[in-house]
């Protein structure tokens, strides 16, 4: 079946960190009154290469719903077409266009929301910028059910840790917000997290199971009891490439996690 392709007109583009060439977007489909989808989702981008071949990549939107509008954030992957693509769409003056379809994915926030670990590496944080927006939404009802909400962003360098003000204030805003940038190859000016993300989700598990007197591991569930009827009262959404990936729910899995807990998207 022929998927419905919309064009999206670029509005803005801004490079939020030139070291890691990374570029976040706002585009308009101009063609639909409301683009709905759920934090999480992501758009095909469809373009033609070089040759004349279509080729066709995934890319997070890093907003919640917003009328006709949707935000990326994408870096330049070297010797990559589609990164370069969009990394070299000019924004000025009317707005450069590209083919979208979607929303699509399952990497959406679990209802009702619980005490949540969203572990992002890289622009593995644009779905985790749309789920806070939805759950934290500056205009709007508070969707987080005064749950905690950990945001463990790991980053090679300062210069690549994308949002980052725009988490902080969020974190003095919303006290159940923990904002937690950790960097594996830091300067030492940085007075931050250093280390993997493991590292800092290992902690956040430890001390809140210790804090509710909890068990660790914690014990299996029952196998009997239909997938659907399960409900728990903390989950992670992990976000990035696929050796972090694996890393944070190998982790998970050693403290007797469910894999219905462990939400995540691989971008490799
Ligand atoms: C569900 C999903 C959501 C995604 N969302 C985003 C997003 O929000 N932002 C974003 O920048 N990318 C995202 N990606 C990755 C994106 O789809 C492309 O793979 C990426 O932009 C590279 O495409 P390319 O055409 O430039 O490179 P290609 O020519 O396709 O590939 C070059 C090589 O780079 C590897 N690669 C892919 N992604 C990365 C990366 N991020 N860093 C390093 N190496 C990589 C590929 O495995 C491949 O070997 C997502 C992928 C998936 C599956």
Known sequence: MARETYTARLERKDCISEPAQCYHFEFVLDELESFAFSAGQFVSAVAQDENGKQQTRAYSLASAANGNRFELCVNRVEEGFFSNHLADL?????????????????????????????????????????????????????????????????????????????????????????????????QESWTGLRGYVQDHVARIVEERAA??????????????????????????????????????????AGYGWHRKQIVFERYD
């Open 90 to 186: 000019p924004d000025l003056p009317i707005g450069a266009e590209i083919q979208v379809h979607g929303p699509h994915g399952h990497f959406i926030l679990h209802e009702p929301i619980t005490d949540s670990i969203l572990v992002a590496t890289g622009t593995g944080v644009a779905p985790m910028r749309g789920y806070l927006q939805w759950l934290f939404p500056a205009n709007g009802e508070d969707r987080s059910n005064g749950k905690e909400i950990w945001l463990v962003y790991g980053t090679r360098y300062e210069t690549d840790v994308y949002y980052h003000e725009e988490f902080e204030a969020l974190a003095l805003r919303k006290p159940n917000f923990h904002y937690l940038p950790t960097l594996s190859r830091a």
């Open 211 to 252: 804090r509710l007197g909890l068990p660790l591991p914690q014990p299996p569930v029952d196998p009997m009891i239909p997938a659907k009827e399960l409900s728990f009262d903390i989950c992670a959404y992990i976000c990035g490439l696929n050796n972090m990936v694996s890393g944070v729910r190998e982790l998970l």
